[in-house]
């Protein structure tokens, strides 16, 4: 008899504590795609994502979001971040598609924590030395760029997985010599054009 309550009672504790689980992750999992409604509760909000709000300036609430983990900024109007961004410490990925970058935004690399970094549809033309700082990096989107330089301290990153550089102009040269920075990392470009050559 003993024996069936105090399996009854750890049933019932390992029942609670997956209760508690279950719904802690399913509050970590939710995606807020609004700025108001995450400012409620700001120390709940893990990601967000506010693409299509025609921002011209990085919102500094965004800041006051100290958990957050995901950042979607997409499709947006910005071309600079704030120095704050260093204090959202958790952030693993930030998503700057199709914004109004011209040059890589270094703020960025304040963020150890950073593991994806996705920048396509920027007109970025380098890629500082500051790269190296993002110790943790796995993922660089920099798809459709106008990259003409690639600082060697890329090769500090020895997590990088995925280097995006596709629908880039650059000469086989150029590729050839950052694929040899990055040997253990996948780099996808794409063939230069030789229009120029054609008849």
């Known amino acids: 008899m003993k024996i069936t309550n105090l399996t009854f009672y750890i049933a019932l504790v390992l029942g609670l504590f997956a209760l508690i689980a279950l719904q802690s992750n399913a509050s970590s999992s939710k995606v807020y795609k609004s700025l108001s409604e995450a400012l409620k509760t700001p120390d709940k909000v893990y990601h967000l994502k506010l693409n299509r709000k025609r921002y011209k300036t990085f919102p500094k609430e965004i800041l006051t979001l100290k958990n957050l983990v995901t950042l979607d900024l997409s499709n947006n109007k910005l071309d600079t971040l704030p120095t704050g961004i260093k204090e959202l410490v958790f952030l693993e990925e930030v998503t700057l598609k199709s914004n109004r970058f011209n040059s890589f935004p270094r703020e960025i690399c304040t963020i150890n924590s950073l593991?994806?970094?996705?920048?396509?549809?920027?007109?970025?033309?380098?890629?500082?030395?500051?790269?190296?700082?993002?110790?943790?990096?796995?993922?660089?989107?920099?798809?459709?760029?106008?990259?003409?330089?690639?600082?060697?301290?890329?090769?500090?990153?020895?997590?990088?997985?995925?280097?995006?550089l596709r629908m880039i102009e650059m000469s086989l040269d150029e590729q050839d010599r950052i694929k040899s920075l990055l040997p253990n990392t996948k780099v996808l470009t794409t063939e230069p054009c030789d229009c120029d050559t054609r008849n």
């Open 115 to 164: 593991k994806i970094l996705k920048l396509a549809n920027n007109n970025i033309s380098s890629i500082p030395n500051d790269i190296g700082e993002l110790k943790n990096l796995e993922q660089l989107d920099l798809y459709r760029n106008s990259i003409e330089t690639i600082s060697s301290e890329i090769t500090q990153l020895p997590g990088l997985k995925r280097l995006d």
